[in-house]
């Protein structure tokens, strides 16, 4: 029963960060369209940013994860606006193109991170109560996995809360069925979409931020490797379906920890984590190929 616990919650701060990672995704997708493979380097910047702005401070530990963490949020949402700006506005409607695009850009700024940050792992400031543990029915459980938990539980209210019950949201999914109308009532689209693309990368680089608490360190493929489990999320989710990718993120996370341990424990087998999260994406897809809520924000 201890075992299980732990597996249970850690499971669950797993899978608040692969939706974290995947909100982002999701919401470009299912608003804008854009199979976006250059989000992997907004969590890297995003991780990397924080880190670094950490070591440029003084103060608790604490404090400098919260001014990393709101450091990493601007990197993120700075450098997604300029790739919506730059790359992705003239693009639209053209998903070949876009997919081309996206895919150079994150080889080239999965360079520019080997360039300025090297290829050596950076130890990420934890402070000492998240290291600590909170003992529940028999299993110790680290504390940073509820801190995980806590911020996807806000960050899931917010997103969703933004698109249905704000001005931006309304002007967000208006532009999104009917682009022209809402053009000709005088909005201007591209500037929502735009801020769509920032919130994305600001969220991306949050998670970023919490890979490195997760892990404790940061390293040039952390973005690459989140961005894996992302795609999964949201296609058993379903493509723009914020409340859909939590659900899946949270199965992919506790699939994986329960596979890990006990098809280690019972069949001396590594790695059957990752084979039963794409066993799992595969019976989505066989059974539901529409993943599990495919709505916008449903």
Not at 30 to 54: D, E, K, P
Not at 170 to 199: C, H, P, S, Y
Not at 282 to 294: I, Q, T, W, Y
């Amino acid at each position: 029963m201890t075992t299980f616990v732990l597996l249970t919650i850690t499971g669950l701060g797993l899978g608040a960060m692969y939706f974290l990672v995947a909100s982002g995704l999701s919401l470009i997708y299912g608003l804008m369209g854009v199979l976006n493979f250059a989000h992997g380097a907004f969590i890297t910047f995003g991780a990397y940013a924080g880190w670094w702005i950490s070591t440029k401070v003084g103060g608790s530990v604490e404090g400098q994860l919260l001014v990393g963490a709101a450091f990493a949020m601007l990197v993120g949402a700075v450098l997604a606006a300029v790739v919506e700006l730059v790359f992705i506005r003239p693009l639209y409607r053209r998903p070949v193109e876009q997919v081309l695009v996206t895919v150079g850009l994150a080889l080239a700024l999965g360079a520019l991170v080997y360039g300025i940050w090297g290829a050596d792992a950076k130890f990420y400031p934890v402070p000492d109560w998240m290291l600590d543990t909170t003992t529940i029915l028999g299993a110790n459980i680290p504390n940073d996995r509820f801190v995980e938990i806590a911020v996807a539980a806000v960050v899931l209210v917010g997103l969703i809360s933004l698109l249905r019950f704000t001005r931006i949201g309304l002007v967000i999914r208006a532009g999104v069925e009917n682009r022209a109308m809402v053009t000709a009532l005088g909005i201007d689209v591209r500037k929502t979409f735009t801020f769509v693309f920032a919130l994305g990368g600001a969220v991306a680089a949050l998670a970023g931020v919490l890979s490195g608490v997760y892990f404790g360190t940061v390293d040039p493929t952390r973005g690459t490797t989140l961005l894996i489990f992302a795609f999964i999320v949201v296609v058993i989710g379903g493509f723009g379906s914020i409340g859909g990718s939590a659900v899946a993120a949270v199965a992919v996370g506790l699939v994986q920890q329960y596979a890990n341990y006990y098809a280690a424990d019972w069949l001396d087998w590594s790695g059957a984590g990752d084979v039963a999260v794409m066993l799992l994406l595969a019976s989505v897809l066989l059974l539901r190929p529409e993943g599990l809520a495919p709505k916008v924000a449903h």
